[in-house]
């Protein structure tokens, strides 16, 4: 009788051999698995970090944001030129603002600038740019633009601003009404005050840059200055309503104008003779 209380003792007290083995067994799995993860959690977290830390900028200071606008600003580099916009090539005469003054970037400024960020100055970003400033003066940054801008964008690097520049591009293309605010700056852009209207070469510039993504209105565009360029035509100069009604003109009216009534339309005398021309030659 004892030995048999004794077996019913160590029964109750103790598990079966086979499952204390494989209890074991999963314990050192369990074990083995966890030392064999560890070193590649390690690694991955090391990994994350690592790309944190190249991916994330670091914060924007008032500080880096004018380092950033003194390193295009101030003297201009005798190697450098600006002759990819035209209408550049007029300012030392329009401008009142000294392209030296270290409180100014200007048209050299603005070619490294453009340079650094892979845009041509005659492209519809770097127009965006001169837009988000509300730059008063074409070809040129003053600081107070830049700061104002670039603070309220957070923006202190140039990969920065190409990103945003890119982006905002696409933006205000797609947007009717950010799109026509755009291209209305552009005439003031070019206009220096107190003349009220603009020289015929600076806004056949503009034109191309501005409407350029949108294939019917450059073609019809190309037409437009065309026209413009023909001696006969005689203009000089191109007003702000007759910059404004192009647009217009151009989202309204379609290539051959066949619906084109110059007798009861309200467009400016200088489409109606555009439409006479363009007829003649078609």
Not at 38 to 49: D, N, S, Y
Request: hydrophobic residues 40%; neutral net charge; proline residues 8%.
């Amino acid at each position: 009788m004892p030995p048999k209380r004794k077996a019913a003792a160590t029964a109750a007290g103790s598990p079966p051999a086979a499952t204390t083995t494989t209890t074991t067994r999963a314990t050192k799995r369990r074990t083995s698995g966890d030392k064999s993860a560890t070193p590649a959690a390690k690694k991955r977290a090391t990994t994350a970090r690592s790309t944190t830390s190249r991916t994330t900028a670091a914060p924007f200071t008032a500080a880096s944001c004018r380092a950033w606008f003194d390193s295009y600003a101030g003297p201009s580099c005798p190697c450098s030129s600006v002759g990819r916009l035209h209408a550049f090539d007029s300012l030392p005469a329009l401008s009142p603002t000294d392209p030296d003054d270290p409180e100014t970037i200007g048209p050299d400024g603005i070619e490294r600038l453009c340079n650094d960020l892979g845009m041509d100055p005659a492209s519809f970003p770097i127009l965006v740019l001169a837009f988000t400033l509300n730059a008063a003066e074409l070809g040129t940054f003053t600081a107070t633009e830049w700061t104002v801008a670039m603070t309220k964008h957070q923006l202190h690097t140039t990969a920065q601003l190409k990103a945003f520049l890119n982006h905002d591009a696409a933006r205000i293309q797609a947007d009717r009404s950010l799109f026509r605010d755009c291209y209305k700056y552009a005439f003031e852009l070019m206009r220096q005050p107190p003349a009220r209207a603009v020289p015929l070469d600076m806004a056949t510039d503009m034109w191309p840059l501005i409407l350029g993504h949108q294939a019917q209105w450059a073609h019809v565009t190309a037409d437009w200055i065309a026209f413009l360029s023909e001696e006969s035509c005689g203009v000089k100069v191109i007003t702000r309503d007759q910059w404004t009604s192009w647009l217009d003109f151009v989202s309204q009216t379609t290539p051959p104008f066949d619906q084109y009534d110059a007798d009861g339309s309200a467009w400016p005398t200088l489409m109606d003779s555009f439409v006479a021309w363009y007829r003649a030659r078609t």
